[in-house]
């Protein structure tokens, strides 16, 4: 996977304007958060690297911390995918790197197969009607 797919940036939505400054304060302290508050928008944007940190983990400090998110079913369901994009990008990371070569061979073979569908009919006949 792409270093650029495992930089990610999210922007998490907050139910009172008040409580955006403190919520950026708790991520002040952690290595590899970037965080800016935009408390006229009652927003929060975040800036992580995913094998480091996850959304998940942002999330659970908000809750703990008692800063309640938008409760928008949007912004919920918005949350949901992207919690869960995250957990399988981790997955297929955590993977090993499957090897080419069986792939390229079976194409190879593939290629040379005679397929059903083969037609015999001379290039020609088929463009008279």
Same mark, same amino acid.
């Given at each position: ?28 302290? /952690?290595? #590899? ?5 935009? $408390?006229?928008? &009652?927003?929060? %944007?975040?800036?992580? +690297?995913?094998? @480091? ?10 809750? /703990?911390? #008692? ?5 928008? $079913?949007?912004? &919920?369901?918005? %949350?949901?995918?992207? +919690?869960?994009? @995250? ?31 083969h037609d015999d009919t001379p290039e020609e006949w088929r463009q008279y009607r």
């Amino acid at each position: 996977m792409p270093d650029s797919e495992c930089c990610k940036s999210r922007t998490l939505h907050l139910a009172r304007a008040q409580d955006t400054e403190p919520a950026a304060r708790l991520f002040h302290p /952690l290595p #590899g958060f970037t965080v800016l508050a935009l $408390p006229s928008h &009652r927003r929060l %944007l975040i800036s992580y +690297t995913l094998p @480091e940190h996850t959304l998940a983990e942002a999330l659970q400090r908000l809750q /703990l911390a #008692g800063i309640a998110l938008d409760p928008h $079913p949007w912004s &919920r369901w918005h %949350l949901v995918l992207q +919690t869960y994009s @995250e957990s399988v990008q981790l997955h297929n990371l955590a993977a090993p790197v499957s090897s080419d070569r069986r792939r390229e061979a079976f194409s190879t073979l593939y290629q040379r197969h005679t397929h059903g569908d083969h037609d015999d009919t001379p290039e020609e006949w088929r463009q008279y009607r």
